[in-house]
């Protein structure tokens, strides 16, 4: 009787000591949070991806009742900010505005990439995506896709597109369109946007896929013509070009998408915090106004869609991302 009253009284201590273990994370994430929140960009400050990380922290802060400071770690390809985040505790204080280049593209421009997105991240919420248009040169006369497939077709890397630099996600928006639509043509990189777009006006390239903000000035002044908007469906400035899957083209609904991640392993409780939180960046006026000026789309869902949609696209684009070489290596 002894016996097992001893075992009784080590299984109820256990069970005791657990409890007081667990009793301070507990607390922890019920008094969440109770210091300042960092969010960790990727970009310098001032461009589209700051201004949206910025809003973001201004309302969800306000939601949390608590501070939300902006740090801009570029350089890298977001490596610089990753390995930022990476490196704190897995708390919930230290987040990352992580978007399709952090999260998909460089597990094919960098090799070896110093972190694995899918394991070493948790998502909390998605933001934003960013729509891309594709735009020939009005001498080409293309004046829809199916008039660049067909030429294209007929004349197999007779066709300069033009990108933002090697692994852009200008260059890889054309090399998937390509891999769709069994087509060829010949990749010309520039150190940024605005001169692909100046290139592609000037008749050096005929094709580019830069993002509709960039865009849409040239396309009204019609020195480029736009032939297919790689978004969810048509955009109101552009209501005559057709969405890519209007036309059977899948997989661009999203391309250039942004939302907030953090270190794995962080506390569901303090996840669904944050998550709560980003509704209040989604529901305000304000930042839906802020968002249209910008040629930005707002997408709202669950914490689990951004790991889900990084799994998505990883699985989507890599086989053509893996054929590009776009490491150099």
């Known amino acids: 009787m002894k016996k097992y009253l001893c075992v009784a009284k080590l299984m109820a201590s256990a069970w005791t000591l657990g409890v007081m273990a667990q009793a301070p994370a507990l607390a922890q994430e019920a ?12 970009q310098q400050a001032g461009g589209s991806s700051d201004t949206v990380a910025r809003l973001w922290a201004e309302h969800a802060g306000k939601a949390l009742n608590a501070s939300v400071v902006v740090e801009n770690k570029p350089g890298a390809g977001g490596i610089i900010a990753v390995q930022q985040v990476l490196a704190q505790p897995a708390d919930g204080y230290t987040l990352m505005f992580g978007g399709v280049s952090q999260m ?14 899918e394991k070493d991240f948790t998502g909390v919420g998605m933001l934003t ?22 030429y294209a077709k007929a004349h197999p890397d007779k066709l300069n597109f033009a990108s933002a630099g090697l692994g852009n996600s200008t260059q890889l928006a054309v090399e998937l369109l390509q891999k769709k639509l ?15 777009v100046m290139a592609t006006m000037g008749g050096q390239t005929q094709v580019m896929a830069p993002v509709v903000g960039t865009a849409l000035p040239h396309i009204k002044s019609g020195k480029v013509v736009p032939l297919v ?33 953090t270190k794995a392993g962080t506390p569901v409780a303090i996840i669904n915090k944050l998550n709560e939180a980003t509704k209040a960046f989604h529901n ?43 490491s150099g290596k």
């Open 104 to 117: 998909v593209l460089n597990k094919f421009v960098y090799k070896p990439l110093p972190y694995d997105a």
């Open 284 to 326: 305000s006026p304000v930042v839906q106004e802020k968002l249209k000026t910008m040629m930005v789309i707002p997408m709202a869902g669950p914490a689990s869609q951004v790991m889900e949609v990084t799994k998505r696209d990883t699985a989507v684009w890599g086989p053509t991302l893996n054929t590009l070489n776009l």
């Open 182 to 196: 069994g087509i060829s043509m010949v990749h010309v990189p520039f150190k940024g946007e605005p001169d692909g």
């Open 31 to 42: 008094n969440y949070p109770n210091r300042p929140i960092r969010l960790v960009v990727s």
């Open 129 to 150: 995506t960013v729509p891309f248009v594709l735009v020939a040169n009005p001498e080409t006369g293309f004046k829809s896709l199916d008039d660049l497939v067909k």
């Open 229 to 261: 908007v790689l978004a969810p469906k048509r955009l109101a400035e552009l209501p005559d070009v057709p969405a890519a899957n209007e036309l059977g083209v899948k997989d661009f609904d999203y391309m250039g998408w942004s939302g907030i991640v």
